[in-house]
């Protein structure tokens, strides 16, 4: 069966440190990848996803960039966090192939920059 | 640009009442639409996902139906019980490999 990892599950970091989110996906190949935040009273916002090793889209320009070294990990970054980057942030796949299927999300990482 | 809005934003039923949410889309050309149910500070469970040539899907006491034309969704929870309490998402795959979100329902059920 497969199964999504995501870590940290929290963190607090101090406005303008860096950040790495990584995300691991087992027990299936050549996944699409998602990366989504979910800000306090507000919807869930697409980030990024990723078709491919080293294929990123990027659906809203600002401070952070993703990264996918290997098939199965996706991994989201920043330079210099905003307060503006705190939030619930949520990776995901999906099957490639066939007719389009659900996504299958992970526990989540909280992220909190003072 | 495809818009998902779902009404209402919170409900609270006591428990045993049937109940239905509502989301509704903008462009009706969707490959699926899809809900999801999220407990606090969790990540997001599939309930149902109806490709565009279906109607309906049921798992349970939950069913879904589907109008693709009128551009509505709803998902009908019988029976309710306070372990259905969580916020439900809708989600409409239009292609392009994404889905967009409804901002979700917030579900309470009272024992």
């Known amino acids: 069966s497969q199964t999504i990892h995501q870590w940290p599950a929290t963190l607090v970091q101090p406005v303008g440190s860096p950040l790495s989110l990584e995300c691991t996906v087992e027990g299936t190949s050549n996944p699409n990848l998602y990366w989504y935040r979910q800000a306090a009273g507000r919807g869930l916002q697409l980030l990024f996803y990723s078709v491919g090793i080293g294929q990123i889209s990027s659906e809203v320009p600002q401070n952070l960039s993703a990264s996918r070294p290997q098939d199965r990990q996706f991994i989201l970054s920043s330079k210099k966090l905003l307060l503006s980057d705190s939030g619930f942030y949520l990776c995901a796949w999906q099957r490639l192939a066939g007719v389009p299927d659900t996504q299958y999300f992970g526990p989540g990482t909280r992220l909190t920059v003072l | 640009k495809q818009e998902v809005t779902q009404i209402p934003a919170a409900l609270s039923v006591p428990e045993g009442e049937n109940l239905v949410l509502n989301c509704s889309f903008t462009?009706?050309?969707?490959?699926?639409l899809q809900w999801f149910r999220q407990d606090p500070g969790k990540g997001l469970t599939s309930l149902l996902l109806?490709?565009?040539?279906?109607r309906e899907q049921t798992s349970g006491r939950l069913n879904a139906s589907l109008d693709k034309s009128s551009g509505r969704s709803t998902l009908y929870i019988a029976a309710s019980q306070p372990g259905d309490s969580a916020t439900y998402l809708c989600a409409v795959n239009s292609g392009a490999q994404k889905l967009v979100f409804g901002q979700g329902t917030r579900l309470t059920i009272n024992p």
């Open positions: 462009d009706s050309a969707i490959y699926n």
């Open positions: 109806i490709q565009s040539s279906q």
